[in-house]
């Protein structure tokens, strides 16, 4: 008996929304900017592979499906990283010291 393929990467894919699940709530606060870091560095090498995708194809047609999930990709971790970011800013502000007013 053989196992579908899809559903062999569904499967995966179902065990890992939950295993990152889990592993994100279970950071304590003071590890979370510095793991926005490494998120934001992970989605900029993302961002690198869905512009291989986006690019990959004939130039005839722009609207192929590895096309379209490429530009979707990009979009998506573009938005990550940004997010990222400014949640990491936010974090930093939280962080240092208020100037008292005289």
């Not at 929304?17 to 510095?34: C, E």
């Not at 997010?83 to 800013?89: D, E, S």
């Given at each position: ?53 986006g690019l990959s194809g004939n130039s ?43």
């Amino acid at each position: 008996m053989e196992i579908d393929p899809f559903i062999f990467r569904f499967s995966i894919f179902i065990l890992s929304i939950f295993i990152g699940y889990y592993v994100v709530w279970s950071v304590t606060p003071s590890l979370h900017t510095p793991l926005m870091s490494v998120t934001n560095a992970i989605s900029s090498v993302i961002i690198v592979g869905a512009i291989i995708a986006g690019l990959s194809g004939n130039s005839e047609n722009i609207f192929d499906i590895p096309n379209i999930f490429g530009f979707l990709g990009i979009f998506l971790a573009a938005i990550n990283i940004f997010g990222g970011f400014l949640v990491t800013q936010r974090m930093l502000q939280m962080y240092k010291k208020k100037k008292k007013d005289k």
